[in-house]
T-cell receptor, first 116, second 113 residues
Framework: ETGVTQSPTHLIKTRGQQVTLRCSSQ?????VSWYQQALGQGPQFIFQ???????GRGNFPPRFSGLQFPNYSSELNVNALELDDSALYLC???????????????FGPGTRLTVT | AQTVTQSQPEMSVQEAETVTLSCTYD???????LFWYKQPPSRQMILVIR??????QNATENRFSVNFQKAAKSFSLKISDSQLGDTAMYFC??????????FGQGTILTVHP
């Protein structure tokens, strides 16, 4: 069984640039959630993708967007980067069915984004 | 809406002893799950234990157990026979509908030899 993988591991960008982070879900999972974790804080929910559509969103501006592909992998895109976007970005995969409630999410190792 | 609060920023314990990490939560959901995650310095978030709110029996996973007090909205984690490898940041999290997780601020646990 393959776990959740993320790429790249580290990334340095300049304010105003755009960035794309990638996530491959664990085999057998159909849902990907993205979280932002500032240094020393708990992760904050950005959004979730299920069946290639956004399935819930946290309190993040529209410049945070995402995609899910038919193989359930996902991308997180952030436009017009700001200094406060510097954080660890975590991807988590899970298996969700219609009408199901909360379920375990399995996390990848994260991408450390630094905006200068 | 859901909130999760961890009031202990740091805890320490001697190897082989027992430690309890506290967590309180608030939610408007009727059906929800609660989780404890561990994040070592390597930063990979690892699921430690989960509790389904409709189950009265407290969850147990080897050396890890929870004390789930639904009326008090309390969900503490007990680690027995602490090991050096238990040193990590521990997060309490609540799962709402469609699986969004709300995390607490975390507790840094250090196990001393």
């Amino acid at each position: 069984e393959t776990g959740v993988t993320q790429s790249p591991t580290h990334l340095i960008k300049t304010r105003g640039q755009q960035v794309t982070l990638r996530c491959s879900s664990q085999s057998g999972h159909n849902t990907v959630s993205w979280y932002q974790q500032a240094l020393g804080q708990g992760p904050q929910f950005i959004f979730q993708y299920y069946r290639e559509e956004e399935n819930g969103r946290g309190n993040f501006p529209p410049r945070f967007s995402g995609l899910q592909f038919p193989n359930y992998s996902s991308e997180l895109n952030v436009n017009a980067l700001e200094l406060d976007d510097s954080a660890l970005y975590l991807c988590a995969s899970s298996f969700l069915t219609s009408g199901s409630k909360s379920h375990e999410q399995y996390f990848g190792p994260g991408t450390r984004l630094t905006v200068t | 809406a859901q909130t999760v609060t961890q009031s202990q920023p740091e805890m320490s314990v001697q190897e082989a002893e027992t430690v309890t990490l506290s967590c309180t939560y608030d939610t408007s959901e009727n059906n929800y799950y609660l989780f404890w995650y561990k994040q070592p310095p390597s930063r990979q978030m690892i699921l430690v234990i989960r509790q389904e709110a409709y189950k009265q029996q407290n969850a147990t996973e080897n050396r890890f157990s929870v004390n789930f007090q639904k009326a008090a909205k309390s969900f503490s984690l007990k680690i027995s026979d602490s090991q050096l490898g238990d040193t990590a940041m521990y997060f309490c999290a609540g799962g709402t509908s469609y699986g969004k997780l709300t995390f607490g601020q975390g507790t840094i646990l250090t196990v001393h030899p």
